[in-house]
């Protein structure tokens, strides 16, 4: 579980890095309501991130923020799954939906250079 861990805390570094690149470009508001209907759309068909919007102390992470330790919890409705193998699954599509909706907003290049900024993870995650 700690592998699962280190991803996830991993994950929400590179997010925060890309709120902050982008915020520039498309403003506060529209960054945060990307970040969290990616979540909202990838929490569909991963259930591991079921909640994970909402901090332990019932806060409402309005970012698009991943909560690790209610993700962490998430993992026992999970018994026996491997959860590296479930985190790398969830992370990869919601950093896919992610960089759609980069490009779709703010075009290819964009695109390319949060590409080049998450290369790291994408190599973590496959």
Do not use: C, Y
Request: aromatic content about 8%.
């Amino acid at each position: 579980m700690l592998i699962a861990e280190n991803l996830a805390r991993q994950f929400e570094a590179f997010r925060a890095h890309m709120e902050q690149v982008l915020t520039p470009f498309i403003g506060e508001k529209v960054a945060r309501k990307m970040f969290s209907w990616s979540l909202d759309r990838a929490s569909k068909t991963h259930p591991v991130l079921k909640n994970v919007h909402w901090s332990m102390a019932g806060d409402l992470l309005d970012n698009g923020a991943i909560d690790v330790e209610r993700l962490l919890r998430n993992f026992e409705h999970f018994p026996g799954v491997d959860t590296v193998a479930l985190v790398k699954a969830a992370f990869s599509e919601l950093l896919a939906v992610r960089l759609g909706a980069i490009e779709q907003g703010l075009g290819s290049s964009m695109r390319s250079a949060m590409e080049k900024d998450v290369l790291r993870l994408e190599e973590i995650l496959k």
